[in-house]
Each structure stands twice: as structure tokens, then as C-alpha cells.
Nanobody, 126 residues
Framework: VQLQASGGGLVQAGDSLRLTCAAS????????VGWFRQAPGKEREFVAA????????YYTDSVKGRFTISRDNAKGTGTLQMNSLKPEDTAIYYC????????????????????WGKGTQVTVSS
């Protein structure tokens, strides 16, 4: 099982980035796709998640209206479109998969995700 995130980089405030997560896992569509981030000296925090059943998406308040999570089950990929980036968005971003049976309240916790990829660095300058 492999999960690889890509698309990070150094941008200016107000710019956009698109992160992509490629998964080599059976039955990708059954998983919840999540994105987390970790800034220096801070704990890993939830950013967004996409539950395939019902096509429901979830976001942390600080990114609502700016970030959009999507997935392509046929390709086994997840994406995080990040617009209007702010310096406080600077972090290492990780994609992860959680079982489709994960209850909604647990999707915000990193402990619910059992498959993780290597992160990709996003740096937003002011």
C-alpha cells in the first residue's frame, strides 16, 4: 500500500496550489480521503476529508471557502485545491486514508486514519 502526496511549493499570499494524493490500494472508493497539515512546533491538524458514500466533504473552519477537496475513484487519487493561501497555511501537508466505516466525529482525528503518505511542503510568504 502506497500513498504519495505532491504539488507543494513556495507561493505568495493570495496564490493557489493544488495538492494531489495518489493511492495504490484496493477498493480506494471505500476509504475516507483526508488531508492533514503540521506546522513547525505544532501538532498535526485536520484540514479536510471526503467520504465517498454520499459524497460528503468536511473542512476545518480556517479553510472553508478557500480549500476544496475532491477525489477520483477511478484513478485512485485525491486532491486538495487551495486558493487564497495565507502565511498561516504554511505547513507540511499529508494525505491519509481512513476506513469507510469511520464515524463522522472521528474523521477529524488523525488516529482514525491508518494509511498515511509522505508529506509535501507548502510555504506561503507574505
Amino acid at each position: 500500500v502506497q500513498l504519495q502526496a505532491s504539488g507543494g511549493g513556495l507561493v505568495q499570499a493570495g496564490d493557489s496550489l493544488r495538492l494531489t494524493c495518489a493511492a495504490s490500494v484496493q477498493d480506494f472508493r471505500s476509504y475516507v480521503v483526508g488531508w492533514f497539515r503540521q506546522a513547525p512546533g505544532k501538532e498535526r491538524e485536520f484540514v479536510a476529508a471526503f467520504r465517498n458514500r454520499g459524497g460528503t466533504t468536511y473542512y476545518t473552519d480556517s479553510v472553508k471557502g478557500r480549500f476544496t477537496i475532491s477525489r477520483d475513484n477511478a484513478k485512485g487519487t485525491g486532491t486538495l485545491q487551495m486558493n487564497s493561501l495565507k502565511p498561516e497555511d504554511t505547513a507540511i501537508y499529508y494525505c491519509a486514508l481512513a476506513p469507510g466505516s469511520t464515524i463522522t466525529s472521528s474523521m477529524y482525528s488523525a488516529r482514525s486514519y491508518n494509511i498515511w503518505g509522505k508529506g509535501t511542503q507548502v510555504t506561503v510568504s507574505s
